[in-house]
C-alpha cells in the first residue's frame, strides 16, 4: 500500500508541478507568460526531480509506466506488481492536472488559444509526422531509461541520483523535445489529456486523439529498448 500511495502522490507532484509550469508559460494574464522553453524544461527538470527525491525509498519512484514496464523487461522489477504501479501513476496524473487547473483557474477563460490549453495538460508535436513524432518520443524515453539505469547504479550520496535524473530529463527537453515535446511518460500525457477532456473549460477544443496513441506506445517501447540496451552493454 506505501508504494501504490507513493506512485499516486509521487505522479500527482510530477504533473502538478510539471503541467504547472506549462500552463504558467502559456496561458494568458499569468505571472509568467512567454517565459519560454527553458523555463519550461527547467521546471519539468525539477518535477521530476523532487518526487524522485521523496518517494525514491518509499516506491522506487517510478512515476512512469515507461520506466516500471522497462525496468521488468530486464528483470529489475517483479511483473506481478506492474498493473499496480501503472494504475497508481495514472491516478496520480490525472489528480495533478485537476489540481493545475484549480491553480490556474482565472485563466482558463482568459486564454483563447486551443493549443496553450491541451498544451498544460497534455504534449503535441510542432509538427504532426507520425513517424517523426513516433521516433522523438521513443529515442528520449530511450534515453531516459538507459539514463535512470546508469545513474542508479552508482555509488553516490542519497538523494544525489534524483537530482541527476532530473538534470537527465532537463537534457532530455533541450536536446531532444523540440518535436513532440517530450512525454517520455505516458501517465504523464494520458491521465492529463482524459482531465482535459472532462473538465469545463470554455474555450479548449478538442483533445486531438488522434495523435494520443504516439506519446503512449513510443514511450514505452522506447523505455524496453533502453533498458534491453543497458544491459546488454553493461550485463546488469
Given at each position: 500500500?506505501?508504494?501504490?500511495?507513493?506512485?499516486?502522490?509521487?505522479?500527482?507532484?510530477?504533473?502538478?508541478?510539471?503541467?504547472?509550469?506549462?500552463?504558467?508559460?502559456?496561458?494568458?494574464?499569468?505571472?509568467?507568460?512567454?517565459?519560454?522553453?527553458?523555463?519550461?524544461?527547467?521546471?519539468?527538470?525539477?518535477?521530476?526531480?523532487?518526487?524522485a527525491f521523496i518517494f525514491g525509498s518509499v516506491s522506487g519512484?517510478?512515476?512512469?509506466?515507461?520506466?516500471?514496464?522497462?525496468?521488468?523487461?530486464?528483470?529489475?522489477?517483479?511483473?506481478?506488481?506492474?498493473?499496480?504501479?501503472?494504475?497508481?501513476?495514472?491516478?496520480?496524473?490525472?489528480?495533478?492536472?485537476?489540481?493545475?487547473?484549480?491553480?490556474?483557474?482565472?485563466?482558463?477563460?482568459?486564454?483563447?488559444?486551443?493549443?496553450?490549453?491541451?498544451?498544460?495538460?497534455?504534449?503535441?508535436?510542432?509538427?504532426?509526422?507520425?513517424?517523426?513524432?513516433?521516433?522523438?518520443?521513443?529515442?528520449?524515453?530511450?534515453?531516459?531509461?538507459?539514463?535512470?539505469?546508469?545513474?542508479?547504479?552508482?555509488?553516490?550520496?542519497?538523494?544525489?541520483?534524483?537530482?541527476?535524473?532530473?538534470?537527465?530529463?532537463?537534457?532530455?527537453?533541450?536536446?531532444?523535445?523540440?518535436?513532440?515535446?517530450?512525454?517520455?511518460?505516458?501517465?504523464?500525457?494520458?491521465?492529463?489529456?482524459?482531465?482535459?477532456?472532462?473538465?469545463?473549460?470554455?474555450?479548449?477544443?478538442?483533445?486531438?486523439?488522434?495523435?494520443?496513441?504516439?506519446?503512449?506506445?513510443?514511450?514505452?517501447?522506447?523505455?524496453?529498448?533502453?533498458?534491453?540496451?543497458?544491459?546488454?552493454?553493461?550485463?546488469?
Open positions: 500500500m506505501s508504494a501504490f500511495l507513493g506512485e499516486i502522490i509521487g505522479t500527482l507532484f510530477l504533473v502538478l508541478l510539471g503541467n504547472g509550469v506549462v500552463a504558467n508559460v502559456v496561458l494568458n494574464k499569468t505571472k509568467g507568460n512567454s517565459s519560454g522553453w527553458m523555463v519550461i524544461t527547467t521546471g519539468w527538470a525539477f518535477a521530476v526531480a523532487i518526487p519512484a517510478h512515476l512512469n509506466p515507461a520506466v516500471t514496464v522497462g525496468l521488468a523487461s530486464i528483470g529489475k522489477f517483479p511483473w506481478a506488481d506492474v498493473p499496480m504501479y501503472i494504475l497508481a501513476q495514472f491516478i496520480g496524473a490525472m489528480l495533478g492536472a485537476v489540481l493545475v487547473w484549480l491553480t490556474y483557474l482565472p485563466h482558463w477563460e482568459n486564454t483563447e488559444d486551443q493549443g496553450a490549453i491541451l498544451g498544460s495538460f497534455a504534449t503535441g508535436p510542432a509538427i504532426k509526422h507520425t513517424v517523426g513524432n513516433f521516433l522523438a518520443e521513443f529515442i528520449g524515453t530511450c534515453v531516459l531509461v538507459f539514463g535512470i539505469l546508469g545513474i542508479v547504479n552508482q555509488k553516490m550520496a542519497p538523494g544525489l541520483g534524483a537530482l541527476v535524473i532530473g538534470g537527465l530529463v532537463w537534457a532530455i527537453g533541450l536536446s531532444l523535445g523540440g518535436n513532440s515535446g517530450y512525454a517520455i511518460n505516458p501517465a504523464r500525457d494520458l491521465g492529463p489529456r482524459i482531465v482535459h477532456a472532462i473538465l469545463p473549460i470554455k474555450t479548449k477544443g478538442d483533445s486531438d486523439w488522434g495523435y494520443a496513441w504516439i506519446p503512449v506506445v513510443a514511450p514505452i517501447v522506447g523505455g524496453v529498448f533502453g533498458a534491453i540496451l543497458f544491459k546488454a552493454t553493461f550485463g546488469i
